[in-house]
């Protein structure tokens, strides 16, 4: 008879090492939106990065680095953004990034 590997408590500092970790770069793309530096929002993103969203006209799922950052430049490339909350959250096997940003002056 076997019994399934117990976690260990080296097992789970490795899973809070890898949670900051996650959370870091999740903090790194939300404060690239807020600076509008598009660029390193590129770079910031996993490969695999997938971005669900809602707005009133519509409902999409973006993946990858380039489509998800340049629908964020189209929403949030002109104008002021100024960042006014931020948080990341566990979602496994991912990280769950927001971010509250106010922005004006977007020609529409």
């Known amino acids: 008879m076997t019994f399934p ?9 490795a899973l809070l090492r890898m949670n900051d970790a996650a959370a870091d770069a ?3 793309v939300v404060s690239a939106i807020a600076g509008r530096d598009f660029q390193r929002l590129r770079t910031a993103l996993d490969a695999e990065v997938r971005f669900r969203f809602a707005t009133p006209n519509k409902v999409q799922e973006l993946t990858g680095p380039e489509a998800v950052a ?3 430049q189209v929403w949030f490339g002109q104008g002021e953004v100024e960042l006014l909350d931020q948080g990341t959250a566990p979602a496994r096997p991912a990280v769950r990034a927001a971010g509250t940003v106010s922005a004006s002056g977007r020609s529409r």
Not at 5 to 13: H, L, Q
């Open 70 to 72: 340049s629908q964020l």
């Open 5 to 13: 590997r117990r976690n260990t408590d080296s097992d789970a500092s």
């Open 26 to 28: 999740a903090t790194r």
